[in-house]
């Protein structure tokens, strides 16, 4: 397999951005980028010395001074003023491996040809990419508007030597890491600021890194649902084709028939049943998992056209001569989309935590709360209020960002997207579900004991024998946060162990 992935017109997808990540692959400019780099910023350089008429960002101010002329000798300074000028990312630090896939992305974008970089600017972003000198960026700054500014920012300032980075395991100050590695920083030519912090990168990486655990978290949902629905002696005829075929919508369709294929060979699920229904959040597990994988396509798409797309501004087209000032860099794409992934992801957790309250109330021949002596042993009574207090927050989460707007820039930049706030509430509420499942899948391998010597599927039975190995069944009162961390520790060793498709 070749461990160097060549940037190039190619598309990226996220199956091919996974298998850059998952297998550490370093990254190379194709020929082909190189010359379209290399044809652009030539063509700039031409125009700059044959062109007096202001052209944004590159002999103006940037914002609302966009009407200032800048002399060319202070072209150079200019953009290194955009820079530092720009870097007023504050709050937590975004996490190591978003600021690598923002690399990734910034390279792709840059590689096109329509930006005005020079090749130089892209190598040493390369070259970061490839050893593991990463940015320190900062989670809040961004309107997601004319990019994202402030993050962006954050990016670039070790270009030119300033900020601080990831280095060998530590934060380390810029200019030594450039000392100790005996690189120069880069004098950045006219337009490559703009180039550099004009970009939808921040949002586009925190919404690649999240629809690949999404994904993810989506196929657990369905195999922790499953335990659930057969430790509750639940039905399988809602998951029967026919109901699904008139009706068809495909998330319900995939999941109908996963819940199925898991379920194959269960003596629980094959027994007679006394009961007629079961409540929605197992019967309506299709209709309701279903929805979010509908919403995942939906995401993808939107993620897969920007990733793939040039958005700073102004644009250069070379064979057209022209300069073009618009607004690629606008976030609205991604803002909607970020939130709709907030809101289809609570959702997994939201019915989730509907199972668990049932699995606990003591129906259907379960012990109440799932433990021998209750009332000696409170047993798993209160993992379920931790998970409904997540599933609360997840609800404040998931209210969308993308119906906020400020201006800014002194009333230039009159509507913003709020993307950015949508990305990194989409962070906090993807890990809330995956701790929501983990909670799930605690209390349904503790119910689905009490159902012995009858036993579920083949898969599922697989599945639990692994996952003993990490958390026994509880047989009296213990400290339930250990259990709950080692069960998330199971689900995200699961998910990259069997390399999730996604699907």
């Known amino acids: 397999m070749d461990s160097t992935h060549k940037i190039s017109s190619k598309i990226l997808d996220l199956s091919s951005i996974s298998d850059i990540i998952f297998c550490n692959k370093t990254i190379e400019l194709s020929q082909e980028a190189v010359e379209k780099i290399s044809k652009c910023r030539a063509y700039l350089d031409k125009k700059m010395q044959d062109e007096s008429k202001p052209i944004y960002g590159i002999n103006t101010g940037f914002g609302s001074l966009c009407d200032v002329k800048i002399t060319k000798d202070k072209l150079a300074q200019l953009q290194e003023n955009l820079v530092m000028s720009h870097a007023c990312g504050i709050g937590e630090h975004v996490p190591l491996e978003v600021v690598k896939l923002m690399l990734l992305l910034k390279i792709q974008s840059l590689s096109y040809g329509h930006s005005g ?28 508007a004319s990019g994202d500014l402030a993050p962006l920012a954050h990016l670039a300032l070790p270009l030119i030597g300033k900020g601080e980075v990831y280095y060998k395991g530590n934060i380390s100050n810029t200019e030594h890491v450039l000392h100790e590695l005996r690189l120069e920083p880069i004098k950045l030519q006219s337009k490559e600021g703009l180039a550099l912090l004009n970009g939808t990168q921040f949002m586009s990486a925190y919404g690649i890194h999240l629809l690949i655990k999404s994904y993810k978290l989506s196929y657990m949902a369905d195999v922790i649902a499953c335990i659930s629905l057969d430790a509750f002696d639940g039905r399988i005829e809602p998951f029967n084709a026919l109901v699904h075929m008139v009706r068809p919508h495909f998330g319900q369709l995939k999941t109908a028939d996963r819940i199925k294929e898991i379920l194959e060979g269960s003596e629980l699920i094959q027994q007679e049943k006394s009961h007629v229904q079961d409540p929605y959040s197992f019967r309506c597990i299709p209709q309701v998992h279903g929805a979010t994988k509908d919403t995942l396509k939906f995401v993808e798409k939107t993620f897969k056209t920007e990733i793939n797309s040039v958005t700073d501004n102004p644009n250069i087209f070379v064979d057209d001569d022209e300069i073009i000032s618009g607004g690629n860099f606008h976030g609205q794409p991604l803002a909607l989309a970020l939130d709709y992934l907030k809101i289809s992801i609570a959702e997994l957790g939201n019915i989730s935590e509907r199972r668990i309250y049932k699995l606990v109330s003591g129906e259907r021949h379960l ?28 609800k404040q989460l998931a209210t969308p960002a993308s119906i906020d707007s400020i201006v800014s820039s002194n009333g230039q930049e009159d509507h913003v997207s709020m993307g950015a706030n949508a990305a990194t509430q989409a962070f906090t509420l993807v890990n809330n579900v ?34 003993r190995n990490e958390v026994k069944y509880v047989k009296e009162d213990i400290v339930f946060h250990d259990l709950i961390k080692k069960s998330i520790h199971f689900i995200e060793d699961f998910c990259i162990e069997n390399e999730l498709l996604f699907d």
């Open 434 to 467: 995956e701790r929501i499942l983990a909670i799930e899948l605690l209390n349904a391998s503790q119910a689905l004991y009490f159902r012995k010597p009858k036993k579920s599927s083949p898969l599922i039975e697989s599945f639990l024998m692994a996952y």
């Open 367 to 394: 012990p109440t709360f799932l433990v021998d002596n209750p009332g000696l042993n409170s047993g798993f009574m209160i993992p379920q209020y931790t998970a409904a207090s997540i599933v609360s927050a997840n």
């Open 117 to 144: 970089v020079q090749v130089e600017t892209v190598e040493r972003l390369v070259y970061f990419y490839n050893n593991d000198i990463l940015p320190v960026i900062y989670t809040q700054g961004s309107l997601g």
